[in-house]
């Protein structure tokens, strides 16, 4: 009898440029997992540092090493890996970052339990620099983490598991267009078709530092944001004045409004609501929830720099 390459459950993916400090303690909380039957594709995006030796002195079978010969950025990367991976599910990592033991257990356990979700990232323990930890809670309600879509990322990127096939079925990849925030596009694609939810278990260790792309490319992944937010409203088929376009900028991002802006804000808000309650897009609920609480922080802030 012919013996068949069984493909692994899960494939967890990894781009590194220039890690040095990190990789080791990365690459060891995958290794070591509980659960084993995963792939660990590791993309080497043309470090200079002593990553690339770092990574082929681990023997692990597991792994398969990439190495761009230019650096290509962190999620041409991941769609390499997207295309070439076997797994079951995707798992993201970051070379920074280090995963609970029993991560991949318990994301797998989860996924095979509730089918309904596409995608389910993780609570997680955030590192700084000083060694000092806290923690932070993501959304769970599929509905609730569709609206805030409108606003922000919703899940921390290197905690999520991923169905492959669903992926594959729609097409969807990281959109490069959206480079420093690409992450961030790549969910509300997703949310366009399935649903997305935050598994509430701390299973990541989220490492906050200078090298990392979240503090040395801020304001371009702002502006890549802002771009994200924007493009959504043609959901509600509106097309804003110049006013209500600033507007829904300073909500989103939580910016102060003038007396004049308070009352377009409102108006657009209630213009908002209304086109959702005949489309349907998102839950009114959660919806009228979400606007009201970004009107009462930008008036507040307001308030405290008056």
């Known amino acids: ?34 659960f084993v039957d995963f792939e660990f594709i590791i993309i080497d995006d043309a470090s200079t540092d002593n990553t690339k030796n770092i990574i082929d002195s681990y023997k692990d079978s597991r792994i398969l090493r990439i190495n761009n010969n230019i650096k290509k950025g962190n999620h041409i990367s991941r769609n390499l890996a997207l295309e070439i991976c076997k797994g079951k599910y995707v798992c993201m990592m970051d070379a920074d970052d280090i995963s609970c033991l029993d991560r991949l257990e318990k994301q797998y356990v989860f996924m095979e339990n509730n089918l309904k979700y596409a995608v389910a990232g993780t609570d997680i323990h955030i590192i700084f620099e000083n060694n000092f930890q806290t923690t932070f809670q993501y ?18 990127h290197p905690s999520l598991i991923l169905r492959k096939d669903f992926l594959h079925k729609y097409n969807i990849k990281y959109d490069e267009e959206y480079y420093y925030s690409a992450d961030y596009n790549l969910l509300l694609d997703i949310s366009k078709v399935g649903n997305i939810t935050n598994i ?17 490319k801020l304001n371009y992944q702002k502006m890549y944001r802002n771009q994200i937010q924007l493009k959504q409203l043609s959901n509600f088929k509106v097309r804003p004045s110049i006013d209500e376009f600033n507007v829904h900028q300073h909500l989103m991002n939580e ?7 308070l009352d377009i804000a409102e108006r657009w808000c209630n213009k908002l609501l209304t086109k959702n ?15 009201r609480e970004c009107l009462l922080k930008t008036i507040h802030i307001a308030q405290y720099i008056t």
């Open 1 to 34: 009898m012919r013996k068949k390459i069984k493909s692994p459950a899960i494939s967890v993916v990894m781009p590194v440029f220039n890690m040095e400090n990190y990789i080791s303690e990365a690459m060891e909380s995958i290794i070591n997992q509980t």
């Open 139 to 156: 959304l769970r309600d599929e509905r609730e983490v569709k609206v805030h879509l409108l606003q922000d990322n919703v899940c921390s």
């Open 200 to 216: 509430p278990e701390f299973l990541l260790f989220y490492r906050k530092h200078p090298e990392q792309i979240s503090s040395k």
């Open 255 to 261: 910016l102060p409004l003038s007396k004049r802006q």
């Open 277 to 291: 309650h005949k489309l349907k897009i998102y839950d009114q609920d959660y919806l009228y929830i979400f606007l």
